[in-house]
């Protein structure tokens, strides 16, 4: 399970103020800990900031890099942004994300092509959100096919098809899931990923339905989350999901965090594995 931790959002509003004011170590510690939970990627946004987006990701990444050994994913709308990002990441950034309007198409196909990073792509058109698992399968496909014709692999690509509330739609929550498992029966080398918490948006014991959502997902064929690493209890669903599901052999993984867990003394609260 690939894990990309959210918590360097400036939708949060203590992550907004930190990188206004360019605050090393709130950066720095939210990183580490995300990274000591077992992310995969780390997600930096800095959206919010408006015109200051770009300088303040100059000055992010670097900073991030030199401290953590996790790659980035660089999480903006803005292509100019995004440029000035990948120009500055060393590696292989994760692209969050790549829609698939004309537009959006257009602005960065020529940044995939030239810098070569792992790349979220949305089941998102002009016409909006996929109404349909088979529309978002025929997306998948198309935004799949077009990203290989310009030379990345399979296993590099990582398609959401849009997880929506359920408070605005209640079956937002079946919709997601049953294109998760018609994408991956049809582009079995693709990964599939989702926004975990926007299953819940709106809604009072968010973090209850983010881990049974993320269960849920898992035993369709869900392959990377974008969420919180530091939710102990998320964590230790995630590794019950994958044991019940035969996704962890020999119980490896399971049985490490029940380890840790009575270790630390934090038995019935869990504490946050590794994720491998």
């Known amino acids: 399970m690939i894990i990309v931790g959210e918590r360097l959002n400036s939708s949060r509003k203590s992550v907004l103020e930190a990188l206004e004011r360019r605050d090393e170590q709130f950066l720095l510690d939210q990183a580490a800990n995300q990274e000591r939970a077992g992310a995969s990627y780390i997600d930096i946004n800095a959206a919010a900031l408006m015109d200051a987006e770009t300088p303040t990701l ?26 000035a990002a990948l120009k500055i990441h060393k590696g292989r950034a994760l692209l969050n994300s790549l829609a698939g309007d004309a537009k959006c198409l257009q602005a960065l196909i020529p940044l995939i092509r030239d810098f070569k990073p792992r790349v979220i792509a949305l089941c998102l058109d002009e016409n909006g959100p996929p109404e349909s698992s088979d529309c978002a399968l025929f997306r998948a496909e198309k935004m ?74 898992l035993s369709r064929g869900l392959d990377a989350a974008i969420c919180d690493p530091l939710d102990e209890e998320l964590q230790a669903t995630l590794h019950a999901a994958q044991a019940l599901l035969g996704k962890d052999p020999s119980l490896k993984k ?23």
């Open 58 to 83: 100059r000055w992010a990444i670097p900073l991030l890099q030199k401290n953590i050994r996790l790659p980035l994913s660089l999480d903006t709308p803005n292509p100019e942004a995004m440029e």
């Open 144 to 217: 799949a096919n077009l990203l290989v014709r310009e030379g990345m692999s399979s296993e590099d690509i990582f398609i959401d098809p849009l997880v929506r509330p359920i408070g605005v739609d209640s079956n937002s929550g079946v919709l997601f899931l049953e294109s998760v498992e018609k994408i991956k029966k049809n582009l079995p080398d693709i990964k599939t990923i989702a926004g975990l918490s926007n299953i819940s948006f709106g809604l009072p014991q968010r973090r209850q339905l983010n881990r049974t959502f993320l269960a849920l997902a």
């Open 254 to 276: 399971y049985l490490k965090a029940v380890r840790e867990t009575i270790k630390s003394g934090t038995e019935g609260r869990s504490r946050p594995p590794q994720s491998g």
